[in-house]
């Protein structure tokens, strides 16, 4: 069902987290996928797996809140199969899979393994849960301090409240198979944006450090569950929105450019890119 928040934020002149992530990763990607619209030439199971994933554990976090208690693994792992079925049942595009899940069986396995890993090992304890997937909207700037017709929109996975000081912390799902180095976690522009949104939706004050964290769900032989914690500064922000402006003028003045990395390997653009 579509969130009537969301769809009001996005009826507005905005753009999302994820696309700016998209323009920095590869700004020649973002412009087949959310200028010209282009087909893609398959789907990698990463999405829906990912989507999957975090609908389960929505679902728990929303039992937390309704019950006070989460909900029961095996509820979880019925509605991850049942979205991850439906994905790739419904998809319009060829599935490219994972060498670890080759097929709709395996990639069912591997999430109802990782979905018991996150049922056996969250913790909540001194915490309270505030809300999931939470959708924010916040005025862009310029690097004058200006605010631009834009907005930043995003959705926040999950957002904790430490009982005993009060602080909130921003959670963010993932699944991976290699391990969140402190370096990549300390930088990474996700959690600033969410640092942002928070900020400008009143959720902390303005020069207020943000407690961040990623709960990744290791896809291993023998799944695990690995939590990286971090902090997001005024500082921080201020950057975020210097590099969001830098995008939309970007965007704005057509410049793009293929981004060379390893994400190139399943890009559902490829062959889009090699023609251009």
Known sequence: MSN??????????????????TYLGCSLKYMFQYVLKSKPQHMSIALPFGRAVHQAIERYYKSVMDTGEGAPVEIMQELFAESVSLAIND????????????????IIEMGRQLLQVFHDE????GYEVVGTEIPLSATL????????????????????????NGELMVVDNKTAKQAKSQDTVDSDLQLTAYSYLLAANGY???????????????????????????I????????????????LTGIENRIFIPQQSWMCFDCQFKEECNNW
């Open 122 to 125: 969250v913790d909540l304890t």
């Open 232 to 247: 997001r500064t005024a500082n921080h922000r201020k950057r975020f929105a210097k590099i969001a402006s830098a995008v």
């Open 204 to 230: 902390v004050f303005p020069r207020s450090e943000v407690m961040c964290r990623f709960d990744v769900l290791r896809k291993l032989k023998k799944p695990k569950m690995e939590y990286s914690y971090t």
């Open 91 to 106: 998809a319009s595009t060829p599935i490219l899979y994972k060498k670890e899940a080759p097929d709709k069986n395996s």
């Open 4 to 21: 009537p928040v969301l769809q009001q934020l996005q009826s507005e002149l905005h753009i999302s987290a994820s696309q700016i992530f």
């Open 141 to 164: 700037y310029t690097d004058q301090g200006e605010g631009t017709d834009f907005k930043l929109v995003g959705i926040l996975d999950l957002l904790l409240k430490d009982k005993a």
